[in-house]
């Protein structure tokens, strides 16, 4: 067992929670092959069916009492409070990932999106394993870990043109969203400020240094 800002966790639970989150990495792959409006349905309906699920637990003993026994050891402490009802990081992965597909362009959210489950997760089990020095709100370490994985991440998700403008872009979002993370925990969920945090920051640099991309929501014109 290790000690950390959310509370007393059982790594080898930590380690299933994640690799379980890894499987989010099928929203931006499957998103970059279809329609926006497409992806916006699936995720809507997806989305809702998470909130029912999540917010039933805390309304009805019986269903809350089956999802602890299946999901339970996944949970962390804040996601087991029975007073506060927060909903649990599935659903915040699906209710960002519909936020961004709303108001990110496809390049920027498949970008954002995939750093937000490779880098987040080799965050959290590279600090909660090895972090020692005191960084922010986490450690040194895990946020390191962060921003080297979504510079890899950034080396091959997908580009407009391919120009070293748009990789020096991603990697100054990267070094943001790596700040966010650390300091996300006690009121904001990483799952919905990193992404957001990320595109943002990639969109106001892609109109600033290459505003004659005409990078907007629906894509890049033809």
């Known amino acids: 067992m290790i000690q950390t800002d959310q509370g007393t966790i059982n790594y080898k639970d930590e380690l299933v929670r994640k690799l379980i989150h890894l499987f989010s990495l099928s929203i931006p792959i499957i998103y970059y092959f279809i329609p926006r409006d497409h992806a916006i349905l699936i995720l809507g309906i997806l989305t809702g069916v998470a909130l029912f699920i999540d917010l039933s637990r805390y309304l009805s003993a019986s269903f809350g009492k089956l999802f602890y026994n299946f999901f339970g050891f996944l949970l962390r402490k804040h996601e087991l409070d029975s007073n506060k009802r927060n909903l649990n990081g599935a659903t915040y992965v699906l209710i960002s990932a519909l936020i961004c597909v709303i108001i990110l362009p496809k390049v920027i959210f498949v970008t954002a999106f995939s750093i937000l489950i490779i880098s987040d997760s080799v965050a959290a089990l590279i600090g909660r394993k090895f972090g ?61 400020s990193i992404p957001i945090s990320i595109g943002l920051t990639m969109w106001c640099l892609y109109l600033l240094f290459l505003p004659e991309l005409g990078l907007t929501l629906l894509g890049i014109p033809k």
Not at 161 to 166: A, K, P, Q
Request: avoid cysteine; glycine fraction near 10%; charge should be negative.
């Open 132 to 192: 020692k020095t005191k960084l922010l709100s986490k450690s040194l370490e895990g946020t390191l870990a962060f921003f080297i994985s979504a510079i890899i991440v950034i080396l091959f998700t997908p580009k407009v043109t391919g120009d070293i403008i748009e990789y020096l872009i991603g990697f100054f979002a990267a070094l943001v969203g790596g700040i966010v993370e650390n300091i996300s925990f006690g009121f904001a969920d990483d799952n919905l």
